[in-house]
């Protein structure tokens, strides 16, 4: 997760068409830079281009439909044809039945335990403040990578609001500076 030194993921008035909200862009601008055609690029070289090549090679995603549905469902595709698992309560206001590779589950233990075995020996990218914090009041939710941006957006959504108010240990693993100010922190949840 992209977030701002003051926790937020997402700027203030997201929703369709404005999926990380005002002023949410910067938060990936580590990650996509503005191509001289004007088109969106992925960073690919340096200590960013390296967090993100590994972000990408996971072998499934897990989102939410909040997550999911602003971002169009990806296409049906969110990087290199993994499957797709999209926590619903309710029916989705998107239609996925087109697209194979997304599966629709109601609880979140269970779109993890898909996932993970849908990976294989690779990673899960869980997508979404709401399905990070429904994973780690699971307990199914083993890592957190944060990617921490130099500015303070002062609201929007935030990451960890909502958890319950029992501690969660974590045990930091890697901390890497890269480009542009962001700090790269991998944690192993400590359950």
């Known amino acids: 997760m992209s977030m701002s030194l003051d926790g937020f993921i997402a700027g203030p008035n997201a929703g369709p068409g404005n999926g990380l909200g005002d002023g949410g862009q910067r938060l990936h601008d580590w990650a996509l830079t503005r191509a001289d055609s004007g088109e969106m690029e992925v960073v690919r070289t340096g200590v960013n281009g390296q967090v993100f090549a590994e972000l990408m090679s996971t072998g499934a995603v897990v989102a939410g439909r909040g997550t999911f549905e602003p971002a169009g469902g990806w296409g049906g595709d969110h990087h290199d044809s993994v499957p797709i698992f999209i926590l619903y309560r309710q029916e989705p206001g998107?239609?996925?039945?087109?697209?194979?590779?997304?599966?629709?589950?109601?609880?979140?233990?269970?779109?993890?335990?898909?996932?993970?075995e849908a990976a294989g020996d690779g990673n899960v990218l869980v997508h979404g403040a709401?399905?990070?914090?429904?994973?780690?009041?699971?307990?199914?939710l083993d890592e957190l990578e944060l990617h921490v941006i130099p500015v303070l957006l002062g609201q929007g959504r935030r990451l960890f609001d909502g958890l319950a108010p029992e501690q969660i240990e974590l045990?930091?693993?890697?901390?890497?500076?890269?480009?542009?100010?962001?700090t790269h922190m991998h944690y192993r949840v400590q359950y």
């Open 130 to 140: 709401g399905i990070a914090r429904l994973a780690l009041a699971s307990g199914v």
């Open 171 to 182: 045990q930091r693993t890697r901390i890497v500076e890269g480009e542009a100010g962001v």
């Open 94 to 116: 998107i239609d996925i039945s087109r697209w194979p590779l997304v599966t629709r589950v109601n609880d979140v233990t269970t779109a993890m335990t898909q996932a993970k």
